[in-house]
């Protein structure tokens, strides 16, 4: 079992890499919008951003994702020796153990 260490940090560059994919879609999509549509290279290269940022976009809520529920599980850090537990349980039984409490 794994000590789970949240960062702020890199929570917020995953959120950064959503929006700029989202930025990426829109622009490219509004590039492709602006040129009409009309099978040209200008065409081409604008949906080829709106297809780089929805991936960009996706991979960003996949490192969400996993980051959320990684940091949703509770976190016990023993008061005497700074140890960190999973679950309460194993919190008592450490402290129990080690400290004779
Ligand atoms: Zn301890």
Same mark, same amino acid.
């Given at each position: 079992m794994g000590i789970v260490n949240p960062n702020p940090f890199d929570r917020k560059m995953k959120m950064y890499i959503v929006i700029l @994919? =989202? *930025? %990426? %879609? *829109?622009a @490219? #999509? !509004? !590039? &492709? &919008?602006?040129?009409?549509? $009309?099978? +040209?290279? +200008? =065409?081409? @290269? &604008? #949906?080829g951003v709106a =297809? $780089? !940022?929805i991936? $960009? &976009?996706a991979l960003g809520a996949m490192m969400k994702t996993t980051s959320a529920g990684a940091t949703t599980k509770g976190q016990f850090t023993c008061a005497k020796c700074g140890a960190k537990f999973g679950s309460e349980v194993a919190l008592n039984q450490h402290t129990k153990d080690k400290h004779g409490m």
């Open positions: @994919g =989202v *930025i %990426l %879609l *829109i @490219g #999509i !509004g !590039g &492709a &919008a602006y040129y009409g549509f $009309v099978p +040209r290279t +200008r =065409v081409y @290269g &604008a #949906i =297809v $780089v !940022g991936v $960009v &976009a």
